[in-house]
């Protein structure tokens, strides 16, 4: 059963958990969850290469804390994310991702960084409440891990050079991280990136998970890569537990005073 960790329904009436995946039919529903929101709805990956099953797995996901939401209900996991300490990454051969980045740069804070990957959001449910309480799971995770860090490569499509340089460019205008920057591997470098004028109508290009960890105050920290496995350009962003958002820090206060933690 899982190890939950909050019961949304005294802070928002919605029959939904929060926890930690411990059982194989657990980890199976966010993985189903994966397949759905990567593979059949964004069209991500090599489909001669895809699961006959429909689940998205691959060797890293034994390694991590699986964290779902999920619908009592309707009994199905509509949020994840995998997550793993940076401490257990390095025992494991490096972050996730190392063959898109060089996150040499990253070493001094690599014990302090917990490191994100999968986030998705079933489409009937992506509102920023169920974003938030993912963001509630990672609190907790980087509470657990002693962590001081969040890092995660989040990825888009663009169809065209045009497009590409506008989701470049608007991303870069809400400002990098001031202290860390990495940059794609050669193999996986993107050339001929411009900085073009946007708006703040083409934040609209971007997926709702890059949109609203914008909005938590995660920075970018490189440019896009080309992520040859999923067939999508990847943008990598930290999030510093001392610099998010007031909103997000507002969120976590009022489910910690209102906090009834899960029974199984």
Request: with cysteine; aromatic share 12%; proline share 8%.
């Amino acid at each position: 059963m899982a190890r939950w960790i909050l019961d949304c329904r005294p802070l928002c009436s919605h029959p939904w958990r929060l926890g930690i995946a411990t059982e194989a039919h657990e980890r199976d529903g966010a993985y189903r969850l994966r397949y759905d929101v990567f593979f059949r709805e964004m069209g991500y990956g090599d489909p001669a290469t895809l699961r006959s099953d429909g689940r998205d797995i691959d060797a890293y996901d034994e390694w991590c804390d699986h964290l779902i939401l999920h619908d009592d209900e309707r009994q199905q996991v509509i949020g994840t994310y995998r997550a793993i300490p940076g401490a257990e990454a390095m025992r494991r051969g490096g972050f996730y991702g190392a063959y898109e980045f060089d996150l040499s740069p990253l070493a001094p804070i690599a014990p302090k960084i917990l490191q994100g990957s999968r986030t998705c959001i079933h489409p009937d449910y992506r509102t920023g409440l169920a974003f938030h309480y993912l963001s509630y799971g990672m609190e907790v995770l980087l509470r657990e891990h002693k962590c001081q860090y969040f890092l995660g490569a989040e990825s888009f499509r663009a169809d065209t050079p045009e497009v590409l340089n506008r989701i470049y460019s608007y991303v870069l205008g809400q400002g990098m991280d001031p202290d860390w920057h990495v940059e794609p591997t050669p193999a996986c470098k993107v050339e001929d990136l411009v900085r073009v004028p946007v708006t703040p109508a083409d934040e609209r290009l971007l997926p709702a998970i890059v949109r609203m960890e914008i909005r938590m105050g995660f920075k970018p920290c490189s440019p896009p890569a080309w992520d040859p496995d999923f067939r999508s350009y990847d943008i990598l962003f930290l999030g510093r537990r001392d610099r998010l958002n007031a909103l997000y820090e507002a969120f976590m206060r009022r489910v910690e005073r209102k906090l009834p933690k899960t029974t199984a």
